[in-house]
């Protein structure tokens, strides 16, 4: 997921789970740290964000972009996309242990996610010794 679709996934997610009593304590205190962060990032356009979450919010699935223009104009303005930081509290709050996507782009064009997993191997010409204790 590319980073200003994952922030404002959350920035939604965490919107509306914020009040259910099945989210965990981390959780709302990782997107209250994002809210405040985007919204003290917006000097002079804060009062957009409430917004702008609404809209992300009512975003539909089949939608072409599945961030909310208004939304997407506000994280751009704030370089959400090479904010660590956000997109950190953004794992947390969707409940991503694993955080981001490990990027091992190279020139042959791999793309590849590590997630939890264990014993991997990346590229075409790697070795792996996989030792699995009981």
Request: aromatic residues 4%; charged residues 20%.
């Amino acid at each position: 997921m590319e980073p200003v679709t994952l922030i404002a996934t959350a920035l939604a997610a965490g919107a509306a789970a914020g009040t259910q009593d099945a989210v965990s304590e981390s959780v709302r205190g990782a997107y209250r740290r994002l809210y405040e962060l985007v919204r003290g990032r917006l000097t002079g356009r804060s009062g957009e964000l409430d917004g702008a979450v609404e809209a992300q919010r009512a975003r539909n699935a089949s939608d072409d972009d599945p961030v909310a223009p208004e939304l997407r104009q506000l994280l751009v303005l704030i370089d959400a996309a090479h904010d660590q930081q956000l997109q950190s509290l953004a794992d947390v709050v969707l409940q991503r242990p694993e955080g981001p996507t490990v990027d091992t782009s190279n020139s042959n064009g791999w793309n590849v996610w590590n997630s939890n997993n264990k014993g991997v191997q990346n590229g075409p010409h790697g070795w792996q010794q996989n030792t699995f204790n009981s």
